[in-house]
């Protein structure tokens, strides 16, 4: 099974940038349709975006498109989220996850409970 460890969280102004990193080790990385989740406090996990083990094809939270870029390295046994334009409204703790794809994959991409793997996160707070 994988293992998932996310990084690069941090402190950051509001209109910075944030690259988050998720390297994976054991199982084959290669398998999973990979997914970013958010969750801020006091509020339920929020599905950012998803990629697909080719990397060929990306998901994105409608409300959140255009400032998120998912990216996988199958390579690297990584996935990455850049972040642009950082809002406040972006602090929260921001996790990868993984779950064997098949052709659901696209319908299920956005459900957390459809994850079986999940790493423990990392703190992304945005100061205005």
């Known amino acids: 099974q994988v293992q998932l460890v996310e990084s690069g969280g941090g402190l950051v102004q509001a ?5 988050l990193a ?3 080790s ?3 990385f290669s398998e999973y349709g990979m997914g970013w989740f958010r969750q801020a ?3 339920d996990r929020e599905f950012v975006a998803a990629i697909t083990w080719s990397g060929e094809t990306t998901y994105y939270a409608d409300s959140l498109k ?3 870029t998912i990216s996988r390295d199958n390579a690297r046994n990584e996935v990455s989220l850049q972040i642009s334009i950082l809002k406040p409204d972006d602090t929260a703790v921001y996790y990868c996850a993984a779950q064997q794809e098949d052709d659901a994959f696209r319908y299920t991409a956005r459900y957390a409970y459809q994850y079986d793997y999940w790493g423990p996160g990392t703190q992304v707070t945005v100061s205005s």
């Open 22 to 24: 998720c390297a994976a």
């Open 66 to 68: 255009g400032r998120f």
């Open 15 to 19: 209109g910075d940038s944030l690259r």
């Open 26 to 28: 054991r199982g084959t």
């Open 41 to 43: 406090p006091g509020k």
